[in-house]
């Protein structure tokens, strides 16, 4: 496509229930990134992935967060058992290969909305 | 180690006045420098970047930067604010490989007619 996309747009959710987050990147690019935006808060750092090596996940809060790239391209962020303080703007966001000089492109984001 | 401080995490100015936007960056090797605008309900979208060449960088919407690495800054100036600017505006730091990005907490810019 021609940018990220992020699927669904808005999601709410009970309190304990899992929830499955969709981030398509562009095409061709090797890296993608997952943020968590609070109300009023910059970015928080999630996961990295750069093609085949191994992610980044020290941003992970806790293990009930986890996420995979299927196939270098798609990517899933999964909160399992959700609690409140998850409520936030997930953002996703691709470079063409990761080095210092390529910007990011962000998706618009998933609001996510735990009750 | 990378970081970025936003001095100010609100900023109002007067439609027609000058835009400054502060930040400053720590980075042990050269660094790239970025910034982003952020309008309600939408993603974040790059405005300008600084990879080494310029030090005075021209982005979209009339907005520039320099980058002055004695005062390790990079701030974000606009000579004449629209009401169209207000908005979230984000700087970034980068190296060159593995996660990439550090952004700073944002400053929220309000433009006042």
């Known amino acids: 496509g021609a940018g990220v996309s992020q699927s669904p747009s808005n999601k709410v959710t009970e309190k304990g229930k899992d929830v499955e987050l969709r981030c398509d990147p562009i095409?061709?690019?090797?890296?993608l990134y997952w943020y968590r935006q609070s109300l009023g808060q910059g970015l928080e750092f999630l996961i990295y992935f750069q093609g085949n090596s191994a992610p980044d996940k020290s941003g992970l809060p806790s293990d009930r967060f986890s996420a995979e790239r299927t196939g270098g391209s798609v990517s899933t962020l999964t909160i399992q058992r959700t609690q409140q303080e998850d409520s936030a703007v997930y953002l996703c966001?691709?470079?063409?290969?990761?080095?210092?000089?390529?910007?990011?492109?962000f998706g618009q984001g998933t609001r996510l909305t735990v009750v | 180690a990378q970081s970025v401080t936003q001095l100010g995490s609100h900023v109002s100015v007067s439609e027609g006045a000058l835009v400054l936007l502060r930040c400053n960056y720590s980075?042990?090797?050269?660094?790239?420098l970025f910034w982003y605008v952020q309008y309600p309900n939408q993603g974040l979208q790059l405005l300008l970047k600084?990879?080494?060449?310029?030090?005075l960088v021209k982005g979209i919407n009339g907005f520039e930067a320099e980058f002055k690495k004695s005062e390790t800054s990079f701030h974000l100036t606009k000579p004449s604010a629209h009401m169209s600017d207000a908005a979230e505006y984000f700087c970034a730091v980068s190296r060159d490989t593995g996660n990439q990005f550090y952004f700073g907490t944002g400053t929220s810019l309000t433009v006042i007619p």
């Open positions: 600084y990879t080494s060449a310029a030090t």
């Open positions: 980075s042990s090797v050269p660094p790239y």
């Open positions: 095409s061709g690019h090797t890296a």
């Open positions: 966001a691709s470079s063409l290969d990761g080095t210092g000089d390529t910007e990011a492109f």
